[in-house]
């Protein structure tokens, strides 16, 4: 940053704060041992003691008041300090992080990472739009493992996409929440006492503090405003359709195990019934008065084990055709969940990217409206 880095800045702000508070406690000590001996020197006033004992209690209560100027003027110089890192140091970081145009590292500027999210959102958004089809070779051949590994992976991202988001703005929300609070400190009362034909004793106080706390009071209510909510909500929509997809995937891929089940099955069905039929046919009948009987027994067999596989081979049709709704009902989630439930993330992050690139653009704005405002008077 051209008026260097925000986080040495913070760091000589602690170290200064924390000597002027240990300056401002050895003080408020001094102060309370001073309070004491001018006690103590009062009482033996009071009591006519001698004269060495009172001018070296005397000396004490001067030394002391001594050490409480020094304090105070040691104090003051922190504070004077600590007031021109504010200044010339602090708010021209935030309002360069706002901005962003005399940037060097554009990746710091607000403005300018909005500008690109929200370009980003748009390109992504139409991309989604406009598809009508998968291309991709494996789309609308049936589910595997890897298929449904590949769904819970994006699931996983998008939950990490949507953790990120809401820390990212929640740390936003605490940053500029303890900076509004810390320059809070800065605000001195200026009270007017109300004139006498105000028959009131209320006097009336109005608040001066640095410029930069404006900009954080204004950025810390811009930031409860923003649609933050239908992100959250367009990504919980979205995953919930990938948890969707993810249970079709597996029960496609259920059906798919039955079908191949069955049709093993009738594989083998087919294969003894062809090896009984060649024995059936094969071996003689030696008692020829049997032989119209047996025939006729022999082909009522066959008949059973030919009806059966009638059977089994139309269930295996039956089941094929519930494979093939499986995965026409597969391709119908995984199309409509990406055009719908992913357009409806992107739709919701360009609003999101909208509101944040105003938001930014009215602080930097309401500042310089601002300066303006006080180089004119």
């Known amino acids: 940053m051209n008026s260097g880095s925000h986080s040495l800045t913070l760091g000589r702000l602690y170290a200064w704060e924390k000597k002027l508070y240990e300056e401002v406690k050895a003080g408020d000590n001094t102060r309370k041992l001073y309070e004491r001996k001018c006690s103590q020197l009062r009482n033996q006033d009071v009591k006519g003691d001698d ?10 209560v001067k030394d002391l008041y001594s050490r409480i100027l020094v304090a105070i003027r040691s104090a003051e110089s922190i504070s004077e300090r600590i007031d ?10 935030i309002i360069e992080l706002l901005h962003g145009d005399i940037c060097i590292c554009i990746l710091c500027s607000m403005m300018t990472m909005w500008q690109v999210m929200l370009e980003s959102h748009e390109i992504q958004n139409k991309i989604m739009f406009e598809v009508k089809l998968f291309t991709c070779p494996t789309y609308g051949k049936f589910s595997n493992n890897t298929h449904r590994l590949a769904t819970l992976q994006l699931q996983t991202e998008l939950q990490n996409w949507r953790t990120c988001f809401r820390e990212y703005l929640t740390a936003q929300k605490q940053y500029v929440g303890a900076l509004y ?31 930069l706390l404006m900009i954080c009071q204004d950025w810390f209510n811009f930031m409860d405003k923003l649609p933050d909510k239908s992100v959250y909500f367009a990504m919980k929509s979205f995953s919930k359709d990938l948890h969707s997809l993810w249970t079709q995937q597996g029960k496609e891929q259920e059906q798919k195990r039955k079908v191949d089940s069955l049709s093993k099955e ?31 027994h022999r082909a009522d067999y066959l008949k059973e084990r030919k009806d059966y596989l009638d059977e089994l081979r139309a269930k295996v049709e039956q089941e094929r055709g519930k494979h093939q709704s499986c995965m026409q009902e597969t391709q119908r989630i995984t199309l409509n969940g990406f055009q719908t439930g992913f357009c409806r993330v992107f739709e919701a992050s360009i609003e999101f990217a909208k509101a944040s690139l105003k938001m930014y653009r009215d602080l930097v704005s309401n500042h310089e409206g601002s300066q303006q405002e006080g180089g004119s008077r």
Do not use: H
């Open 266 to 296: 009738l594989d083998r069905k087919i294969l003894a019934f062809q090896k009984t039929e060649n024995r059936v046919f094969e071996t003689k009948i030696p008692n020829l008065e049997l032989c119209e009987l047996e025939v006729d």
């Open 51 to 60: 004269g060495v004992t009172i001018d070296k209690t005397r000396a004490a």
């Open 181 to 211: 609070s810390w320059l809070s400190k800065f605000i001195v009362p200026e009270v007017e006492l109300y004139s006498k034909s105000r028959n009131t004793s209320q006097p009336f106080q109005t608040m001066n503090g640095p410029p």
């Open 84 to 93: 021109k890192l504010r200044d010339e140091e602090l708010q021209p970081q």
